[in-house]
């Protein structure tokens, strides 16, 4: 039972990580197709912690909506196992899984997070 724990975390490990390349990759996305948007908030006074704070939370959103619906799809699935194994959800299961969906979503949209808020907006706003 050890190995195939140890094998089933080794490749939740490994889809944790694609996942967060591609919320990375959405976020990047996201920045590259808001840069005006960045520019002009940066231009009229806008921190560089506000516009890290606003992509971190849209990250972090992503990741947890994203846990949500995979609790929503593991809560029905666990209750019909449980009638022919022994297996629950308890409430610090859930808990953490939410929790590693939220610092996944922080963790992946860091750096697209700060490349915005390092945007120089002068050319955030020639940019188009």
């Known amino acids: 039972t050890a190995t195939i724990g140890?094998?089933?975390?080794?490749?939740?490990?490994?889809?944790?990580?694609?996942g967060g390349i591609g919320i990375m990759n959405i976020m990047f996305v996201s920045v590259a197709e808001r840069t005006r948007e960045i520019g002009i908030r940066k231009a009229i006074g806008a921190k560089r912690r506000t516009i890290l704070l606003q992509f971190l939370i849209e990250a972090a959103s992503i990741c947890l909506?994203?846990?949500l619906i995979g609790?929503?799809?593991a809560w029905p699935v666990t209750l019909v196992i449980q009638k022919f194994l022994p297996a629950t959800m308890s409430f610090t299961i859930i808990g953490i899984a939410l929790l590693v969906s939220l610092v996944t979503g922080v963790l992946s949209g860091f750096f697209p997070a700060w490349r915005a808020a390092r945007m120089n907006p002068v050319d955030a706003l020639r940019a188009e």
């Open 6 to 18: 140890a094998i089933g975390l080794f490749i939740t490990g490994l889809s944790l990580f694609v």
């Open 71 to 73: 609790l929503a799809i």
């Open 65 to 67: 909506l994203g846990g």
